[in-house]
């Protein structure tokens, strides 16, 4: 299994994951440059949430949110600050989920970080 092969069982994952817990899911994987793409993203409720998805066969090698860099965050809320301009959206919130698959399937969601 390649990165994009590894990375996309992680946002599966995830998507199933935020659709248990009440969310719809709107896109997936939207591109605004060679810097950004945004993971998810869902509606819950009325607000819209972006979501970066980290997946990690184990923590062998660190924990999927400590991959979650400050260049990263930035480039990210530079991807959301675009979209919810050009769609018009007011209430939205950046969240990150972390999803460990060894020794068992652990997710770990952080909300409006």
Same mark, same amino acid.
């Given at each position: 299994?390649?990165?994009?092969?590894?990375?996309?069982?992680?946002?599966?994952?995830?998507?199933?994951?935020?659709?248990? &817990?009440?969310?719809?899911?709107?896109?997936?994987?939207?591109?605004?440059? =060679?810097?950004? +793409?945004?993971? /998810?993203? !869902?509606?819950?409720?009325?607000?819209?949430?972006?979501?970066?998805?980290?997946?990690?066969?184990?923590?062998?090698?660190?924990?999927?949110?400590?991959?979650?860099?400050?260049?990263?965050?930035? &480039?990210?809320?530079?991807?959301?600050?675009?979209?919810?301009?050009?769609? =018009?959206?007011? +209430?939205?919130? /950046?969240? !990150?989920?972390?999803?460990?698959?060894?020794?068992?399937?652990?997710?770990?969601?952080?909300?409006?970080?």
């Amino acid at each position: 299994m390649n990165n994009r092969e590894f990375g996309n069982k992680g946002e599966d994952i995830a998507c199933e994951y935020l659709i248990k &817990n009440g969310y719809e899911i709107i896109a997936r994987n939207v591109h605004f440059s =060679k810097l950004c +793409e945004i993971d /998810i993203i !869902a509606k819950s409720k009325k607000k819209y949430v972006f979501v970066e998805v980290k997946t990690r066969k184990s923590n062998a090698f660190g924990t999927p949110m400590e991959a979650i860099t400050k260049s990263k965050y930035n &480039n990210i809320k530079t991807g959301v600050l675009s979209y919810i301009q050009e769609n =018009k959206i007011k +209430e939205y919130q /950046i969240d !990150a989920i972390g999803i460990t698959l060894e020794p068992e399937l652990r997710i770990e969601h952080l909300k409006n970080i």
